[in-house]
């Protein structure tokens, strides 16, 4: 039990565009999800945290307007990476906690590559 | 900020050696976790610590929470080649913050040589 995934696992893109990352809770409803980035070599940094049917609380230095999260249901968020550009490059974790319950869930990341 | 400091950054070690790493915080945490990360993954969970002073195992690791609240170490012993691995310390749950959020150490690149 406790499954999170990440959809897609890896993807490559051009600068400007934007990219959609998801996050899944698989047998558990989450009523909290997390979004970490993690540059090589580099420890896990939180960039926001999303509770289901409300806006994201993002934590200081990271761009609302830029790292749009969508947690519109209790098993789905997503993060999408809007006007992408090659600092951007990184593994994206999510990680998911269930309703009275504090262990985080980590999702398997996606790597972003910006060209 | 909530900071940890995690050593060592990274160990090279001959396979059927112990290997220590700890964590110390400036602040106190209701619950310290020692997480480990294999290349291109996400963390998995190994040991979770709730109580001040609390030595938890789990199989080869072991684990324990500092009295203060503050530190915390893990051992793993009679290392094998599949130990290899990035270990992260995380604290979670501070006074006046979140009891979700985890604060994480800079990690241990732990090398095990067959």
């Known amino acids: 039990g406790a499954v999170v995934s990440q959809h897609p696992s890896r993807v490559i893109c051009k600068s400007g565009t934007s990219v959609k990352i998801e996050c899944r809770s698989l047998?558990?409803?989450?009523?909290?999800m997390f979004w970490y980035r993690q540059f090589p070599k580099q420890s896990l940094m939180l960039m926001a945290t999303s509770n289901e049917g409300s806006k994201a609380t993002y934590e200081q230095g990271v761009e609302k307007d830029k790292f749009l999260i969508n947690h519109a249901s209790l098993t789905l968020s997503t993060l999408t990476v809007t006007s992408a550009h090659p600092e951007d490059s990184s593994f994206y974790i999510c990680?998911?906690?269930?309703?009275?319950?504090?262990?985080?869930?980590f999702g398997p990341g996606t790597r972003l590559t910006v060209l | 900020g909530q900071q940890l400091n995690q050593s060592p950054q990274s160990m090279f070690i001959q396979e059927g050696e112990d290997v220590s790493m700890n964590c110390t915080s400036s602040?106190?945490?209701?619950?310290w976790l020692w997480y480990k990360q294999d290349p291109g993954e996400g963390p998995v969970l190994l040991i979770a610590?709730?109580?001040?002073?609390e030595l938890t195992s789990n199989g080869r690791l072991t684990a324990q929470f500092g009295i203060t609240r503050k530190d915390s170490f893990l051992n793993i012993s009679a290392s094998i080649p599949s130990d290899v691995g990035i270990y992260f310390c995380a604290g979670q749950g501070f006074s006046g913050g979140s009891n979700y959020k985890l604060t994480f150490g800079k990690g241990t690149l732990l090398t095990v040589n067959p």
């Open positions: 602040s106190i945490f209701n619950t």
């Open positions: 047998d558990f409803q989450a009523t909290t």
């Open positions: 610590l709730y109580k001040a002073g």
């Open positions: 990680s998911a906690v269930a309703g009275g319950y504090n262990e985080q869930f």
